[in-house]
Structures are given as structure tokens and as C-alpha cells.
């Protein structure tokens, strides 16, 4: 079991400070506008055409994986607005500073329209659950991406999406190329790992957890785990039931880094108390 939790904890912490990189080792998806020549035209996660006549100089970035990803791509000087919160996130303050200074446009379920429109930013990126709001910054001659950077295919092509519209498309294959070679070296170094199954509780509630629709189910996945809550295809984050927790009897419980409770507080929790994961300590 140490062996195996050991692993397991790893591979999710790797993936966790990249998570804006995501990884497919399948993927054949990569940066077309490698010449850097505009216009370009690229087809969204919401199916929309989008055109972008320049190389944008201003971006602003509604979610915080895309804020990442062009940290990442080199791009940070170019961010105008980004998503609230953005204190919460470590690596901003790791490697670009600045953006902790920048206006806060909303979060994954809102957008600051007015704001927005005074900033007039080149190009805005916004996660697909704001999808509904694109005609409203089209009406105001913006061009809009939407991503849904949900699967290992899907995080691949908002790499891509992002370097072709960017103007950094030789970073983004870059970027491809080093996660698909760690993704290798990982299912090399797993092979003979014993598979554990693994509950992933949320930052608001233990009682929360992410099934298949999440990229958190990915995460599992890649660190040689089996997600417990992968019956659970109808919803993004799922709220479950103690009996439900103890049916699934998982072996590992891994708890958001953000979470508003402690690893003592499931350990000390009696109804929890024949748990295999609390049982074991892991």
C-alpha cells in the first residue's frame, strides 16, 4: 500500500502544479499557425468559428487553467484581466507576480461584461460553462475562445487552441511534447503498480467529489488510481452521501489542496471509521 499511495501522490502532485498543461499521450492534436501568419480562424470547444485578424497584444483570461497555460506559454505579459481569486493560485505568484495586480473578471459561472468592455482586450478566453455570453462580447467587436479542457484530447487541443491564437504556437507544441514524454515515462514506471481505487474530496465538503466530467478524473487515472466516483456521468462536481462513500470503500481519500477541512478532521470522523482509506491511514 505505501508503494502504491506513494505513486499515486506523485504523479497527482506533478499533474497538479501543471494543471493547466493537462497531457495526452493519444493526442495527435497540435499548434497549426506555427508561421505566426494571421488572420487565423479556429473552431472552439462550443463549435464557433472564431477569427483573429492579429496577433493579440492584450488578453484577458477568464479561467484560471487558461491563465496558467499562457504563464506556461510565455504569455503572461500579454494578460490585461483574468479570473477572481487569482491570490488562491500559487503558481501566479511563483512565476508571474504581476498578474496578482491585474483586474478580476469573474469566475467559472460569471463574467464582468462592463468590465471587460472597458478594457477592450484583443482576444478573451472563457471556460465553456460561459459559453452563453459570447454573443454579447461579439457584439462588442471581441474575439472570444471557449474551452472545455475537461479529457487528456480536450486539454491537448486548448493547448494548441491557445498557441495558434496567441502567436505562440511553437511553444504550445513544445508544451504537447513534454507532457506526452512524461506521460510515457509515468505508464512506464506504473506498469507494475497495483491499480488503487481513489476518492477525490472536494474543497467545500468531503462530501463532494469529482466523477469523469472533471479533468480531476484524468489526474486519478494518470497517477495509476481507479476514481470511485466514475459512475457519476451526468454531473462535474457531485454531491454523494456517507453511505455512498463507505458502498465505494475506497483505498486512498485525497483531499483538495484548498480544502476548508482537514485530513484529520476524515480521520477522526466515526462514521468514516471502517473505511479502508482511514482504516489504512491513506
Not at 227 to 249: H, R
Request: charged residues 20%.
Amino acid at each position: 500500500m505505501k508503494k502504491r499511495l506513494t505513486a499515486l501522490l506523485m504523479v497527482m502532485l506533478m499533474l497538479f502544479s501543471a494543471a493547466a498543461c493537462g497531457n495526452t499521450a493519444d493526442s495527435t492534436e497540435t499548434a497549426t499557425n506555427t508561421d505566426g501568419t494571421y488572420p487565423i480562424t479556429i473552431t472552439d470547444h462550443a463549435g464557433r468559428e472564431v477569427t483573429i485578424e492579429e496577433e493579440p497584444e492584450t488578453i484577458i483570461s477568464g479561467y484560471y487553467i487558461t491563465t496558467s497555460m499562457l504563464i506556461g506559454l510565455g504569455q503572461a505579459d500579454k494578460l490585461v484581466g483574468v479570473e477572481n481569486t487569482p491570490e488562491k493560485r500559487p503558481v501566479y505568484g511563483l512565476s508571474a507576480p504581476a498578474l496578482l495586480e491585474l483586474p478580476t473578471l469573474g469566475k467559472v459561472k460569471e463574467f464582468d461584461l462592463e468590465e471587460c468592455s472597458v478594457i477592450n482586450p484583443d482576444l478573451v478566453i472563457l471556460p465553456y460553462k460561459l459559453k452563453d455570453i459570447t454573443l454579447s462580447l461579439e457584439q462588442l467587436d471581441i474575439p472570444v475562445l471557449v474551452v472545455k479542457p475537461e479529457t487528456q484530447e480536450l486539454l491537448a487541443e486548448t493547448i494548441a487552441m491557445l498557441g495558434d491564437a496567441a502567436g505562440c504556437a511553437e511553444e504550445a507544441s513544445e508544451m504537447q511534447a513534454f507532457i506526452d514524454t512524461e506521460l510515457a515515462e509515468l505508464e512506464t514506471a506504473l506498469a507494475d503498480v497495483t491499480v488503487p481505487s481513489v476518492y477525490l474530496a472536494g474543497n467545500s465538503s468531503m462530501l463532494s467529489t469529482a466523477g469523469p466530467e472533471m479533468y480531476q478524473h484524468c489526474l486519478i487515472d494518470n497517477g495509476g488510481g481507479k476514481n470511485v466516483a466514475e459512475e457519476l456521468t451526468d454531473t462535474y462536481w457531485a454531491e454523494i452521501s456517507y453511505e455512498q462513500l463507505l458502498a465505494w470503500d475506497p483505498e486512498v481519500i485525497i483531499l483538495a489542496a484548498d480544502a476548508a477541512y482537514t485530513v484529520e478532521d476524515v480521520l477522526n470522523d466515526k462514521v468514516l471509521a471502517n473505511c479502508t482509506a482511514v482504516k489504512n491511514n491513506a
